[in-house]
């Protein structure tokens, strides 16, 4: 089985997590539950075991795009490996954070990963403490993640990002968040993905809601879902 999510922000909001492996005791470390970004379980060395001890003693695998708010110098100070075709950061052996502007080969299926989105609240954080510049994605990484997708013919089963296109903005679920969030570069560049792109569905998180925006794209935050519903 592999699942997708919207944000967990730590420990804040994880319980969905753990009331979904309640419900589904047949799962094990060989599924997986994906975290579309502001996973933030890698966020203090001086809490950094027990925060992702809460994870670990899930019965599933947890994989995570990153969002806004991750510790970004504490990310990326694990090594880059190869997993399943894509660059990521092996956090735990069944904890992996799935590097932006890779596409994955998941148990038959196509992934397409791209995280980072703006904080609309770093005006009250502190940069280097609460609040890191590499949040927003890199030319860099939109220009591999366009030399991976053409790899795949611009073809992947799925995508899953932080956040969305300035389209989906747009889209009853969206509209009046939209307006509180922003419009921002990073939502330029997922437009260009979705120009390019053929795929069945997309997965973002970052608005703090549920919703489907049309038959292909869906916002999470609370549901825990199937990949291809």
């Known amino acids: 089985m592999i699942c997708v999510t919207g944000d967990t922000h730590g420990r804040l909001d994880c319980a969905k997590l753990r009331v ?6 047949q799962l094990t470390k060989n599924d997986y539950v994906i975290i579309a970004g502001d996973f933030g379980g890698v ?12 994870y670990e003693k899930l019965p599933f695998s947890v994989l995570f795009v990153d969002g806004n708010h991750e510790n970004f110098a504490l990310l990326d100070s694990y090594p880059v490996s190869e997993w399943h075709g894509g660059k990521a950061h092996i956090i735990k052996p069944h904890i992996i954070h799935l590097m932006r502007g890779q596409v994955f080969e998941i148990e038959g299926n196509t992934v397409f990963t791209f995280g980072g989105a703006t904080s609309i609240d770093k005006y009250r954080r502190q940069e280097g403490i609460s609040w890191w510049r590499e949040e927003m994605p890199s030319f860099k990484e939109l220009d591999e993640g366009i030399a991976n997708l053409k790899r795949y013919r611009n073809e992947v089963d799925y995508i899953i990002t932080h956040s969305c296109g300035e389209r989906a903005l747009m889209y009853p679920p969206l509209r009046t968040r939209a307006v509180q969030y922003g419009r921002y570069p990073e939502n330029q560049m997922l437009s260009y993905f979705e120009d390019i792109a053929d795929y069945k569905k997309w997965y973002f998180g970052h608005f703090h809601t549920d919703g489907k ?11 825990v879902v199937p990949l291809g519903e």
Do not use: Q
């Open 20 to 25: 979904f492996a309640d419900g589904n005791p």
């Open 213 to 223: 925006l049309n038959d292909k794209m869906r916002v999470l935050y609370h549901d």
């Open 43 to 54: 966020w203090s060395e001086k809490t950094l075991d027990d925060d992702l001890d809460i």
